[in-house]
Nanobody, 119 residues
Framework: QVQLVESGGGLVQAGGSLRLSCAAS????????MSWYRQAPGKQRELVAL???????NYADSVKGRFTISGDSAKNTVYLEMNSLKPEDTAVYSC?????????????WGQGTQVTVSS
């Protein structure tokens, strides 16, 4: 079993910045990829950013140039640096980890953290 603990959400004015963190803990696993998703009220959950164990990253078009995802493999932690925030970035942000454990890949989710951007 792998647990994901997120932190860093909150309320910020448009144009401001926030940094989200997600730490994975457990036994006997290795991380293949970690990512951030978000879901705004009345909308479907969408992928925001992803980073693989090899360092490859991928971003939603709406956040390119503003958000940066990075990982610390020693700490099994992923970060999402969010700059130039817009009101439309308001959502619950959830961390996802694809981990290799007991010979198979499994997906785990964090509890989610609210990000609110005021205009």
């Amino acid at each position: 079993q792998v647990q994901l603990v997120e932190s860093g959400g909150g309320l910020v004015q448009a144009g401001g910045s926030l940094r989200l963190s997600c730490a994975a803990s457990g036994r006997g696993f290795s991380i293949n990829a970690m990512s951030w998703y978000r879901q705004a009220p009345g909308k479907q959950r969408e992928l925001v950013a992803l980073v693989t164990s090899s360092g490859r990253t991928n971003y939603a078009d709406s956040v390119k140039g503003r958000f940066t995802i990075s990982g610390d493999s020693a700490k099994n932690t992923v970060y999402l640096e969010m700059n130039s925030l817009k009101p439309e970035d308001t959502a619950v942000y959830s961390c996802n980890a694809r981990v290799l454990t007991v010979g198979s890949e499994r997906s785990y989710w964090g509890q989610g953290t609210q990000v609110t951007v005021s205009s």
